[in-house]
């Protein structure tokens, strides 16, 4: 059932039918008129009474007679629904509560204003690994991706990709025929991509789900194929480019985007001696390595950890003289009136050298960063009361360095402990 908001949303930006007297309202264009709804307390829904048009196209800096056309296609909105929905296909928009929230949140107002999708809605929350790379990846590739996307289903963790031949396909394959979940970004035809044999099977057993921008029947485009790589990244929780070519391509377009946001997830990168140059490049950009060994379980800790040592690791190698020795660095006084005094300033001259941090200080920053990525994962396990022990060895993690972890959330009251006995448990908001 579609709310009053989506329905004018569908009206404004979607394609219905044949080509219309008027383009539907570009994303730029949607996001003019969000605004001034927001500015004046109104939601979209509030523009299915013609009273507001005139005022919103003024407002919005759009055509008024142009969005009253677009407004107008109530009939052509209805034969639409219904031929989507006797294919299984569903549409959701910005304003829906299960729109994925981290489209919201990675993409702000660039993130799409419509979404067609086909299987399990539970999936829109997201999560998991990207798999992506060449249409045309080599053997090695291929059998790389396999095993990866295998080792994903028996972690439970979702693989996300974009459906198109090559490396998209076959992690998506891959995962499903391992008994895993997959989402897939389509840029285009996603009502014929949803009835192959395949993928029928995977959404009839709640394992798969297929959405997409673009109308159900859309063409390729190769704008559309760039413009939905930057949903594959914000969907997922990590990415792992296979194969790139160098500065040309999708899979190029796609990480180099990623890899420059200001808060992006870790992007992967495969290497061995048969990588494409693109591969070496992404390293050089900023993308993290593949680890060569994989855990048996709690891959998705793991993956925020190598991603976290690897920053760190980079950093520290990076770092200039002036990263490495404070500038100005405290110390007492060696003389005997001094000795409880207060703390001075090292000067120039001084013949005291300066304090270097202890090890201990460094492993404690470092420890706080990687805290911050694990503490997802900590939650996620905490959704009902467990012991230090037992969650030690759900994740596969050291107990005392668990430990660690455990006090921290405690003290940020992420966590709580209950006693008799003594097991931890999220606190819920």
């Known amino acids: ?93 910005r304003s829906d509560s299960d729109y994925p929230a981290r489209y ?23 999560g998991g690994l990207a798999m992506v790379g060449s249409r045309n990846v080599d053997a090695t590739g291929e059998s790389f991706t396999r095993q990866v996307a295998v080792c994903c289903a028996h972690n439970l963790l979702p693989v996300v990709s974009g459906g198109a031949r090559g490396v998209d396909q076959v992690s998506m394959e891959s995962a499903l025929g391992a008994g895993g979940t997959a989402i897939g970004i389509m840029a285009d035809n996603l009502l014929k991509k949803s009835l192959g044999k395949n993928f029928r ?56 985007e990623e890899l420059k946001r200001k808060v992006s997830i870790p992007v992967f990168v495969r ?70 005094g207060p703390v001075s300033k090292a000067r120039p001259g001084n013949d005291t050298p300066p304090e270097t941090p202890e090890p201990e200080e460094e492993s404690s920053q470092s420890v706080t960063k990687v805290y911050d990525l694990v503490l997802p994962v900590l939650l996620k396990s905490l959704s009902s009361p467990l012991s230090a022990s037992d969650l030690a060895e759900t994740l596969d993690l050291e107990k005392k360095q668990l430990n660690i972890w455990l006090q921290r959330a405690l003290a940020d009251n992420k966590i709580k402990k209950l006693s008799r006995p003594v097991r931890y448990e999220r606190v819920e908001r």
């Open 1 to 93: 059932m579609l709310t009053e908001d989506t329905k004018a949303i569908i009206l404004l930006c979607g394609v219905l039918g044949k080509k219309a007297s008027v383009n539907p309202l570009s994303q730029t264009e949607y996001t003019k008129l969000v605004h001034w709804l927001m500015e004046n307390k109104l939601r979209p829904a509030s523009l299915l009474d013609p009273g507001y048009i005139k005022d919103a196209a003024s407002g919005s800096g759009l055509e008024e007679n142009r969005l009253n056309i677009l407004l107008g296609r109530g009939t052509q909105l209805g034969f639409a629904v219904e031929n989507w929905q006797r294919n299984g296909i569903w549409v959701i928009s």
């Open 104 to 126: 919201k949140k990675h993409l702000k107002d660039k993130a799409p204003a419509l979404l067609f999708g086909v299987g399990e809605r539970f999936l829109l929350h997201g």
């Open 201 to 256: 099977k995977a959404i009839a057993a709640r394992r798969l789900l297929l959405i997409s921008p673009y109308h159900p029947e859309a063409p390729f485009k190769g704008w559309a194929a760039m413009g939905r790589n930057k949903l594959i990244y914000a969907m997922a929780d990590f990415a792992l480019v296979v194969s790139s070519d160098h500065n040309k391509g999708g899979t190029w377009a796609g990480a180099t």
């Open 271 to 340: 290497i061995d001696d048969t990588i494409p140059t693109g591969n070496k490049k992404l390293l050089e950009a900023g993308a993290v390595q593949w680890p060569e060994k994989l855990p048996s379980k709690n891959l998705s800790a793991f993956l925020y950890a190598a991603a976290q040592s690897f920053v760190d690791r980079k950093a520290q190698e990076n770092a200039t003289l002036f990263d490495q020795v404070p500038q100005t660095v405290e110390f007492r006084s060696n003389e005997k009136d001094n000795e409880t």
